[in-house]
């Protein structure tokens, strides 16, 4: 289901000038020949005469003199020259019109078809991607060419006209010129051969040139204008709060079905809605007991669907037994004031059968407005050799009908040949009766295994055999008793029945496994992407998992650091892509819409191009070029890609923020770090170097010997002091380096933990002088193997960390034990208690607990001691403890087999 909620022209409009696009103005005449061409030229002759940049992309002059000489001094981008069936046909230059980017371009014939081998198939959509550009369009259009009034010119004028222009078009357009002359004025022109050429002039003003059509034209073109004034009169009113009646908020839906009339009911819908300011639905409903008869039927919905998409409607595709319920349950839920549905052209006895959809409506509807329009048998003119496509313009598509085979019809008569030579030597023995229903078997396996038409023929010849051989008289195919033709009936109707039935069971079981493929396959994809988490196995993961479900070669195209495509994944090493492909990308990436292969832009590319879109932008462009070029892409492939598409850009752009979440997190840490070590370097750097310089600055002046034995020594007790303290700062700052780059390398050793241990109090004699330490360290305690500077320096730190955060005179406690394999070693303090969320936070680099001590340090301490440990393969760990204070835990592996002696020299 498609949702494209219907906004606003007039707000449309504006968001549209907000974004930086050119503004549109069309020039609007009831027919060929009214002026304009000429309406426009003068008015870009007075925009010229301004300073404005004018350039002419396109301006047919059909060899009107005096619309050459408006021509004349108007800059004007050369045509492109287009083989055509061996025919060089001009076109517009798009490219170097966008590349001249002039601040306003004529392009003439909105409602133009371009050749095939041009960018888009529309002139229209060339001058959307203009107005995208920035570029502000001139441009001309004849009110027949308006998509919602095609059927009523069709019906005034008795002319089918091709070439139409989705009304979205002129309703996004900043201003509309009427341009009108008189009908004896323009058919004086038509006869002085200012319109047409002598030879066509003549036949023009007898088929669509009359002056009633005239009339009508110029009325439904004024009314048209009246009606946009009237609108844009609204919206100033209500924005400006002026006071008036507004229209009550309507609401229409439109039901659309596989017939060609549906597009009548289209037009009429989007007429309806323009008129009452209303928001309108085009509502499909697919019967879950009948599914779409033909590929015809099966493309001209799709073609019903596209055209009321871009008419502006809301597309709802729905499944269920009961289309009346369906579509009323539908319409009480969007309250919906009025239903437009189309009255097929059955007999009596086809509604008497399948029963009336539309009396049903009529009779259920209960408060809404039903406007039930009668259908007709439309013919459409066609040259041979030509095929009308969805535009209804001739451009040569191939037409590739169904094959039939034969191998149906001759397993049936095989069958009934096989069961008559049986049947024949019992004939007397099994009576007529016993023969008919054995002569079923054949019809019933024949439209179980292939359908209604082979069980109808089966059918056909089971009563020509039977009838033959054992209806009296025998061999004629004539009856004596009427009952037995009752009996043929009834074969032919069980061929029918059993056959359609068969047909639609199949065709369901078919359509089934086809949507259970479809939902299988984004399924898995969706499953497989949320499990990946780098971009190369997720663009791996797409190519395969379309590739093989759409029986294609897909490729993906990334941008680069430069922001230009390239090929990032292919589902084949022996890839499609070219530098005219590559180019086709290029522009699908650039303007964030699909191109290629079954669509109206680049059309004549092997490939289909979607673009990777998300609200942070278009993330690349998803290329798949089907193995079987023949086929057509149809609307539903595109849908069920366009699917794939999303899936597939959410998962690159989940990847990329992901990335770039890290990469900011990465940022901010080390912003972080950075602030933390210049705040260190400012406190524990400057702290004790003024005390080093207070105190050398004191000793250097003392020239009278003005201090004591005793004042001198505390003076270089001070110094001595300051250089351990910045000592044990910068060790602190390599040996974190050493651990995160890699390069610490462990001595290890045989080593006892008392010596360590000594050795580590006695560095810190002078920290730990007003503490009370206790050492408990039990006799017997086997030798670790270990890195003993390293262990040392751990040791010292945690002494150090306990001192800092622990009251002045309080006791700290070294005790060590061996707990099974390992050897532990704990330091507590009687200082301030951790909050438990925050224990394992203080082993993290530059991490200082809040307390109400003049605490200094550089906050990597404890860190170095954790990386310290486990470059042992040991553990460490902070808890609290039951006297107030903080236990370091450390925890050391012993090797068993050679701990408990020192080993001699040269062993490990």
Not at 9 to 15: G, Q
Not at 579 to 601: C, I, M, N
């Amino acid at each position: 289901m498609i949702n494209d909620k219907r906004v606003d022209s007039h707000e449309l409009l504006a968001s549209l000038e907000k974004e930086g696009r050119g503004k549109l103005t069309v020039f609007l005449g009831a027919a060929a020949g009214v002026g304009k061409t000429y309406a426009m030229l003068e008015a870009a002759r007075e925009r010229l005469a301004e300073g404005v940049d004018v350039v002419a992309g396109l301006v047919e002059t059909h060899g009107r003199a005096e619309t050459e000489a408006m021509l004349k001094g108007i800059p004007v981008i050369p045509k492109r020259m287009l083989d055509y069936k061996g025919k060089a046909v001009k076109e517009m230059e798009l490219d170097a019109l966008l590349e001249r980017h002039p601040h306003l371009a004529l392009v003439d014939e909105l409602a133009h078809t371009n050749i095939p081998g041009s960018r888009h198939t529309k002139r229209y959509q060339d001058i959307e991607e203009l107005l995208s550009a920035g570029i502000n369009v001139y441009t001309t259009l004849n009110i027949q060419h308006l998509e919602s009034l095609n059927d009523v010119v069709a019906q005034i004028t008795e002319v089918n006209v091709h070439e139409t222009v989705p009304d979205q078009v002129l309703e996004i357009a900043s201003q509309i010129q009427i341009v009108d002359i008189t009908p004896d004025e323009l058919i004086q022109r038509l006869e002085e051969g200012k319109v047409y050429v002598s030879g066509q002039t003549a036949e023009a003003i007898k088929k669509f040139f009359r002056p009633g059509n005239i009339n009508a034209l110029r009325e439904m073109s004024l009314r048209y204008t009246a009606k946009r004034v009237d609108s844009q009169l609204e919206s100033y009113m209500q924005v400006h709060g002026i006071a008036g009646p507004w229209p009550s908020g309507e609401k229409v839906m439109v039901c659309v079905s596989g017939n060609p009339f549906s597009a009548r009911l289209i037009r009429m819908a989007k007429r309806m809605a323009t008129r009452q300011n209303a928001e309108w639905l085009a509502v499909h409903v697919a019967p879950l007991g009948r599914l779409p008869k033909s590929e015809a039927e099966q493309d001209t919905m799709a073609q019903n669907l596209r055209m009321a998409e871009k008419l502006g409607a809301e597309i709802v595709s729905l499944h269920g037994d009961d289309v009346v319920e369906e579509l009323l349950a539908l319409a009480r839920k969007r309250n919906v004031s009025q239903i437009i549905i189309g009255k097929p052209e059955r007999t009596r006895f086809q509604e008497l059968l399948h029963g009336s959809i539309v009396d049903k409506v009529i009779r259920n509807s209960h408060g809404i407005s039903v406007h039930v329009i009668s259908g007709r048998k439309e013919v459409v003119e066609q040259k041979p050799g030509t095929i009308v496509n969805e535009g209804n313009t001739s451009i040569g598509n191939i037409s590739v009908g169904k094959k039939h085979s034969y191998i149906p019809y001759l397993m049936s008569v095989l069958m009934i040949s096989a069961l008559t030579l049986v049947v024949t030597p019992i004939d007397s023995f099994l009576g007529p009766v016993n023969i008919s229903m054995l002569y079923l078997l054949p019809v019933l396996l024949s439209a179980a295994r292939w359908g209604k038409l082979p069980a109808i023929v089966t059918a056909g010849m089971v009563v020509v055999i039977f009838n033959f051989l054992f209806v009296p008289p025998f061999y004629t195919l004539t009856v004596n008793d009427f009952r037995y033709v009752i009996s043929f009936a009834i074969l032919m109707i069980v061929g029918f029945v059993t056959g359609t039935l068969s047909a639609r069971l199949k065709d369901q079981i078919d359509y089934s496994w086809h949507r259970e493929q479809q939902v299988s396959a984004l399924y898995s994809l969706s499953r497989d992407l949320t499990a990946v988490d780098r971009l190369e196995r997720v663009l791996d993961s797409i190519a395969r998992k379309i590739a093989d479900t759409l029986d294609g070669q897909v490729v993906l195209l990334l941008p680069n650091e430069r922001d230009k495509l390239v090929l990032s994944q292919s589902s084949s090493s022996d890839h499609f892509m070219t530098e005219s492909e590559l180019a086709v990308a290029t522009w699908v990436y650039e303007r964030g819409l699909k191109a290629g292969q079954g669509t109206e832009t680049l059309g004549s590319a092997r490939a289909l191009y979607l673009p990777l879109t998300t609200e942070q932008g278009t993330q690349g462009v998803l290329g798949i070029c089907f193995h079987n070029q023949k086929e057509q892409v149809n609307s539903e492939q595109i849908r069920f890609l366009d699917a794939f598409a999303g899936l597939a850009a959410l998962a690159i752009n989940r990847i990329k923020l992901a990335d770039e979440a890290r990469q900011a997190h990465t940022l901010a840490e080390s912003e972080r770090l950075r602030t933390a070590l210049f705040n260190s370097l400012s406190h524990d750097l400057r702290t004790p170097l003024a005390s080093i310089i207070g105190a050398a600055t004191g000793l250097l002046e003392d020239h009278e010997a003005v201090y004591s034995p005793d004042a001198r020594h505390d003076l270089l007790q001070t110094i001595l002091q300051g250089a351990e303290r910045m000592n044990r700062f910068v060790n602190n700052l390599l040996d974190m380096a050493r651990l995160e780059s890699g390069m610490l390398k462990l001595n290890k050793d045989w080593c006892d933990i008392q010596d360590i241990i000594g050795v580590a109090v006695n560095r810190l004699e002078i920290v730990l002088a007003k503490r009370l330490l206790d050492i408990n360290i039990p006799v017997g305690l086997p030798l670790v193997h270990a890195d003993y500077i390293l262990i040392e320096q751990v040791l010292i730190n945690l002494l150090d960390n306990a001192v800092k955060y622990s009251e002045p005179n309080s006791k700290i406690t070294i005790s060590v034990r061996q707990v099974q394999k390992k050897l532990e070693i704990a330091v507590a303090d009687r200082g301030t208690r951790i909050p438990e969320t925050d224990l394992s936070k203080v082993f993290d680099k530059f991490y200082r607990l809040s307390s109400p001590l003049q605490v200094s340090g550089s906050g990597l301490g404890l860190s170095i001691c954790k990386g310290i440990v486990e470059a042992h393969n040991g553990e460490i760990w902070a808890e609290n403890n039951e006297l107030g204070g903080v236990t370091i835990i450390v925890n050391l592996p012993l090797n068993y087999e050679l701990s408990t002696k020192v080993p001699v020299e040269g062993g490990d």
